[in-house]
C-alpha cells in the first residue's frame, strides 16, 4: 500500500499549487481520500475531504473558497488545488485514506513565504 503526495513546494502568498496523491496497493475507488496538514508546533488538521465517488466534498473553513478537492478514479490519484495561498498554509499536507483501513502517505511541505 502507498500513497505518494507531489507537488509541495515554496510559494509567494497569493500564489497557487496543486497537490497530488497517487494510491496503489488497495481498491482506491472504495475509500474516502482527505488531505490533513500539520504546522509546526500544532496538532494535524482535516483540510478537505472527498467522497468515494467524488460526490461530496467537505473542506475546512480556514481554506472554504480557496482549495478545492478532486478525485480521478481512474487514476487513483486525488488532488487539492489551492489558490490564494497564505503564509499560514504553510504546512506538511498529508495524504489520507478511510475505508476499511486507515493509509497515510508521507506527506509534502508547502511553504508560504514572501
Known amino acids: 500500500v502507498q500513497l505518494a503526495e507531489s507537488g509541495g513546494g515554496l510559494v509567494q502568498p497569493g500564489a497557487s499549487l496543486r497537490l497530488s496523491c497517487a494510491a496503489s496497493g488497495f481498491t482506491f475507488s472504495n475509500y474516502v481520500m482527505s488531505w490533513y496538514r500539520q504546522a509546526p508546533g500544532k496538532e494535524r488538521e482535516l483540510v478537505a475531504s472527498i467522497t468515494t465517488t467524488g460526490g461530496s466534498t467537505n473542506v475546512a473553513d480556514s481554506v472554504k473558497g480557496r482549495f478545492t478537492i478532486s478525485r480521478d478514479n481512474a487514476k487513483n490519484t486525488v488532488y487539492l488545488q489551492m489558490n490564494s495561498l497564505k503564509p499560514e498554509d504553510t504546512a506538511v499536507y498529508y495524504c489520507?485514506?478511510?475505508?476499511?483501513?486507515?493509509?497515510w502517505g508521507q506527506g509534502t511541505q508547502v511553504t508560504v513565504s514572501s
Open positions: 489520507h485514506a478511510l475505508f476499511l483501513r486507515v493509509y
